[in-house]
């Protein structure tokens, strides 16, 4: 499968890689540990991991996304409970910690009709969200199985996954929109709950920048430019200047935003202000500011 030119979006889902993704996922469920967490549970027999999700997604919103990267719009957005980490800001607690308790289980068919759906209302691509699609990787490759061939994949990941997973869904996913949320392994600790995050991600995102397009977003957090913000864009730079990179700056608490301490406010304006000149003096060749593009030269354009 050729990978994209600027202006447009890749080619759909390559038939023999998406045979070979379900093979390995529904062989990989018995132990699972397609995602970087590894619980090695039975999921076929209903033990329940880290992400508490069985075999079925349960969707809880999709919808015609206008508001994704101008690149990628409009974009069929299919949000799917249980996620692998629990940020502290996250802005959908609910589905992530109690997937249980959150949308509707939808075959895969029925999905697939969504999908196809949405593609004649003007969807670009479907765009796998959560929650978090990796851990759902099964239930979408099954969905997938029944969209048309020419589907553009978009899989809106925070990356904690494993090379494995990667590289089987080579020829599914079209664009990696993938988070780079942390400079530093403590900050990832004390704010998303896991260890070894620097190592993983900067391992898995050359790989996923030669598995297809890659997007990176990265969100601005209140007093976190130092130890995540430099030193993520740095390494971005350095490492995958083929990806494009999105700046978000619109970072806001959700469930924190009652309680006291540095992450229940806003990133305050003068450190936005360095932010920004810092993202300016890396001059990444495809760069966008919340999903807009600086030079006008982001892909898709
Ligand atoms: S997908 Fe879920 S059960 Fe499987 S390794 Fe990841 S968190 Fe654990």
Known sequence: MGRPHHGELSPGVDPVALQ?????????????????????????????????????????????????????????????AGCNLRCVFCSDWGPVVHPERHGAELTPEALAQRVAKRLLEGARNVNFVGGLPDVNVLYILETLAHCPPDTHVVWNTNLWTTEEAIDRLTGV???????????????????????????????????????GELLVRHLLMPGHLECCTRPALE?????????????????????????????SGSVEPQELKESLALFESLDFPNAMIDGEPVHGTAPGL
């Open 20 to 80: 070979g993704a379900l093979t390995w996922a529904r062989e990989r469920y018995e132990r699972c540990d397609v995602c970087a967490t590894d619980c090695k549970v039975n999921r076929h027999a209903g033990e329940l991991g880290h992400c508490r999700l069985g075999v079925q997604g349960r969707v809880y919103k999709e919808y015609l996304h206008l508001g994704e990267e101008r690149s990628l719009v409009p974009s069929h957005a299919i949000y799917l």
């Open 173 to 211: 996913v079209g664009t990696w929109l993938a988070d780079l949320k942390f400079g530093s392994d403590r900050c990832a600790k004390r704010l998303a709950g896991v260890d070894g995050y620097t190592e993983r991600l900067h391992r898995l995102l050359p790989l996923a920048a030669r598995s």
């Open 235 to 263: 390494w971005l730079r350095q490492n995958v200047p083929e990806a494009t990179v999105n700046l978000m700056t619109a970072y806001h608490p959700f469930a924190l935003k009652s309680s006291r301490g540095p992450m």
